[in-house]
T-cell receptor, first 113, second 114 residues
Framework: GAGVSQSPSNKVTEKGKDVELRCDPI?????LYWYRQSLGQGLEFLIY????????KSGLPSDRFSAERTGGSVSTLTIQRTQQEDSAVYLC???????????FGSGTRLTVV | AQSVTQLGSHVSVSEGALVLLRCNYS??????LFWYVQYPNQGLQLLLK??????LVKGINGFEAEFKKSETSFHLTKPSAHMSDAAEYFC????????????FGSGTRLLVRP
């Protein structure tokens, strides 16, 4: 597509429930990144996918967080047994391997109540 | 390791006044540097980037930034603020490995007074 698409744009969930956040990157972009932006905070790196290589999961805050990228395109970030501290905006970005910057999606605002 | 520091979590200027948002970086190698803007309830949009070409970089919406190696700075400026410039601004440095990860500063919220 023309841009990075994320869905849903807003998600309210009850504590303890699982959620799935979706990212559809720009067609042809081999790199895909997930970041988390908590209220009043900067951007926290979560996970990075590059082509068919093993993902860099070094930023995932706990084993409740996981992500996959199917067919080198769409990515899903899953948070199991959500906690209130998981409330944040989850941003996805993609880039060409040779590019110098990212294109971000509009984010998913997750609220855990 | 690369890092960035943004001085001032909030900056307030009058409409028509100079905008100056500060960013200092730490990098053992020549860095690639970026400024992003985030409007309310939106994702981040690239304003400009420095990739070791010209030290004065012009971006969108009248913004520019100057890379100063001696000061390890990459401050963002705009001669005359508009109300529409009110947003949060993030400085970022690119990891100098194959991951192309961006390391972001904590952000500066720009307020523009009428």
């Amino acid at each position: 597509g023309a841009g990075v698409s994320q869905s849903p744009s807003n998600k309210v969930t009850e504590k303890g429930k699982d959620v799935e956040l979706r990212c559809d990157p720009i067609s042809g972009h081999t790199a895909l990144y997930w970041y988390r932006q908590s209220l009043g905070q900067g951007l926290e790196f979560l996970i990075y996918f590059q082509g068919n290589s093993a993902p860099d999961k070094s930023g995932l805050p706990s084993d409740r967080f996981s992500a996959e990228r199917t067919g080198g395109s769409v990515s899903t970030l899953t948070i199991q047994r959500t906690q209130q501290e998981d409330s944040a905006v989850y941003l996805c970005a993609s880039s060409l391997q040779e590019a110098y910057g990212y294109t971000f999606g509009s984010g998913t605002r997750l609220t855990v109540v | 390791a690369q890092s960035v520091t943004q001085l001032g979590s909030h900056v307030s200027v009058s409409e028509g006044a100079l905008v100056l948002l500060r960013c200092n970086y730490s990098s053992s190698v020549p860095p690639y540097l970026f400024w992003y803007v985030q409007y309310p309830n939106q994702g981040l949009q690239l304003l400009l980037k420095y990739t070791s070409a010209a030290t004065l970089v012009k971006g969108i919406n009248g913004f520019e930034a100057e890379f100063k190696k001696s000061e390890t700075s990459f401050h963002l400026t705009k001669p005359s603020a508009h109300m529409s410039d009110a947003a949060e601004y993030f400085c970022a440095v690119r990891r100098m490995d194959s991951s192309y990860k961006l390391i972001f500063g904590s952000g500066t919220r720009l307020l523009v007074r009428p």
